[in-house]
């Protein structure tokens, strides 16, 4: 804690805060992209919710967040990537 | 103070990161509904991925035209 003490260099608590920004802004999109996924596969998958998901739901969940990470990633490209 | 314009470049940057992943977000949600009308399978069919580019362009080039119909009046 007696860093700031030093005389010398830039405090470091600069490097500190842009870390702490980086991990904070990865969980909100991280929370954002699970929140989005989740309501596009219960849509796509659990059309009528029984007592329990079945097998058939559960690995079209799977199959569709697969997909939807792929999705990003087609539209990423098609955004970013392309010489138009 | 030196450390304030690393700050600054670097929340400019995050704040430039922010946009373009809103705006994949954004896309991919609308390009999803419309383009992946089936369960989805183990892998795209070809017209989905296809479906999928082109969707996010044409929204692109929509965004251009909207823009300039505004400037127009």
Redesign the interface.
């Known amino acids: 804690m007696d860093s700031f003490s030093s005389s010398s260099g830039p405090p470091p608590n600069t490097e500190a805060l842009m870390d702490q920004i980086k991990a904070q802004l990865a969980q909100a999109y991280a929370q954002e992209f699970l929140e989005t996924v989740g309501n596009k596969c219960f849509a796509k998958c659990v059309t009528k919710p029984g007592s329990s998901l079945s097998g058939s739901e559960s690995s079209c969940i799977s199959r569709c967040v697969d997909r939807y990470i792929e999705a990003t990633g087609i539209v990423s490209r098609a955004l970013f990537s392309s010489t138009r | 103070m030196?450390?304030s314009a690393?700050?600054q470049r670097?929340i400019e940057q995050?704040q430039q990161?922010?946009m373009?992943?809103e705006?994949?977000?954004k896309?991919?949600?609308v390009?999803?509904d419309k383009c992946?009308t089936s369960?989805?399978?183990?892998k795209?069919s070809s017209g989905e991925?296809t479906c999928?580019?082109?969707?996010?362009?044409r929204f692109?080039d929509m965004s251009v035209i909207i823009a300039k119909r505004f400037e127009m009046q």
Do not use: D
């Open positions: 030196e450390n690393e700050m670097f995050e990161k922010a373009m992943s705006m994949v977000g896309l991919t949600s390009c999803w992946i369960t989805p399978g183990s795209f991925t999928l580019t082109n969707c996010a362009q692109l």
